[in-house]
């Protein structure tokens, strides 16, 4: 079946360490993306990717990095500079960049700094 | 900057009644799209239904539809004939339909609780 594969579905990091979650989709997609959801808020755009080898800053960029080596993959690290990193990751991916298509998500990681 | 802004953290609707939660944006742009997702207790998202800001009719997915005025930028979701299975958080959603990929800017949530 067709779709968005993210894990773990929950990470433990320790103070200092990068941690990377890992986002996969076999739909064929060209643009996916990195949302963070905190409680009592929506999601925020971390990072989005439109093609293989470009990515773009979301509004939350900092402490984030990510890579897009190939078109099913999207991986997300967690590196020690964010300083409040515990929340729910999601990744999504559409079809094309233009905003009228359905995003599909995955169904997230949950990261706690232990 | 786009806004998105949902006023009802949690409602709650009697099995087969109808609920309408709201929606209202900030945006300066003419040309873009309003979604609703659903995010059940799996916590995967799902598109529920979506509105192009330059139609007038308002889009309907069976017992889901919206409410798009585009004057007062608000959009609200009306669920008619509301099952147990329709508890989950939902988020409005803003996209614009040009310039880059980034979109979509969404609201906080708002929590619905179904009783049977």
């Known amino acids: 079946d067709g779709g968005i594969t993210q894990s773990p579905k929950y990470l433990f990091r320790k103070e200092g360490q990068n941690v990377t979650l890992s986002c996969e989709q076999n739909l064929n997609h060209d643009a996916m993306y990195w949302y963070r959801q905190d409680p009592g808020q929506g999601l925020r755009l971390i990072y989005y990717?439109?093609?293989?080898?470009?990515?773009q800053k979301g509004d939350i960029a900092e402490g984030y990095s990510v890579s897009r080596e190939k078109k099913e993959s999207f991986p997300l690290t967690v590196t020690s500079a964010q300083k409040n990193p515990t929340a729910f990751y999601l990744c999504?991916?559409?079809?094309?960049?233009?905003?009228?298509?359905?995003?599909?998500f995955g169904q997230g990681t949950r990261l706690t700094v232990v | 900057a786009q806004t998105v802004t949902q006023s009802q953290p949690e409602m709650s609707v009697q099995e087969a009644e109808t609920v309408t939660l709201s929606c209202t944006y900030d945006?300066?742009?003419?040309?873009?799209?309003l979604f609703w997702y659903k995010q059940p207790p799996s916590r995967q998202m799902i598109l529920v239904i979506r509105q192009e800001a330059y139609k007038q009719q308002n889009a309907t997915e069976n017992r889901f539809s919206v409410n798009f005025q585009k004057a007062a930028k608000s959009f609200s979701l009306k669920i008619s004939d509301s099952q147990l299975g329709d508890a989950a958080m939902y988020f409005c959603?803003?996209?614009?339909?040009?310039?880059?990929?980034?979109?979509?800017?969404f609201g906080s949530g708002t929590q619905l609780t179904v009783l049977p």
């Open positions: 945006t300066s742009e003419s040309d873009y799209y």
């Open positions: 959603a803003y996209g614009i339909s040009s310039g880059s990929a980034r979109q979509l800017t």
């Open positions: 990717s439109q093609i293989v080898n470009d990515f």
């Open positions: 999504a991916s559409r079809s094309h960049p233009w905003v009228g298509t359905e995003a599909f």
